[in-house]
């Protein structure tokens, strides 16, 4: 479920023709506004939260690991849009925030920080997942948790692959604000 085609749609918007194109938060909020962004924001958050809550409440940790990266791949590559879906880091930082509610907090508050510095939203969600990824080898080396230390890099991987557009349009000077 591609929630920002959702709201896009039900606000008259086909997402996928303006702005960026990219079905998610950001765009959403440069295209129709802040309020649609949010709430896209919220409902993809909400959208990793809950498979991975559910997922520590009846299953083990190795599932939640499973679950979690299933949830982001298919935001990622939705098979009823073509495989074509979002990049995955509200998404990602929702299921961090359900196995990991540190790594998660930090990686939000990372990413509305440097967003709000840098006017990049790109910048803030890169950097939120790296934020979490450090939380996260931090607690694994301290109290074993490999399983979710394993989530975290295949979903560092999974966001930065899915920005690279944007992280080289970081480099050369290009990346449009947020």
């Known amino acids: 479920i591609l929630f920002a085609l959702w709201v896009a749609r039900w606000l008259g918007v086909d997402l996928r023709n303006e702005g960026s194109g990219n079905p998610g938060a950001s765009n959403v909020a440069r295209v129709i506004g802040k309020g649609p962004g949010l709430c896209v924001l919220a409902l993809d958050l909400a959208k990793g939260v809950l498979p991975a809550l559910a ?6 940790v190795v599932s939640v690991a499973f679950v979690g990266g299933a949830v982001v791949i298919g935001h990622c590559y939705p098979i009823f849009h073509g495989f074509r879906g979002g990049k995955g880091a509200a998404t990602g930082a929702g299921v961090i925030l359900a196995v990991a509610p540190l790594a998660g907090a930090a990686a939000l508050l990372t990413f509305f920080s440097l967003r709000a510095l840098t006017k990049k939203a790109s910048m803030g969600s890169l950097g939120g997942a790296l934020v979490a990824l450090g939380i996260i080898t931090y607690e694994a080396l ?20 899915r920005h ?15």
């Not at 997922?55 to 083990?60: D, G, K």
């Open 55 to 60: 997922a520590l409440h009846y299953l083990s």
């Open 142 to 161: 301290s109290e074993a948790q490999f399983t979710v230390l394993a989530l975290a890099l295949f979903l560092t991987t999974l966001i930065a692959w």
């Open 164 to 178: 690279r557009s944007n992280i080289e349009r970081l480099r050369t000077g290009d990346e449009s604000d947020a």
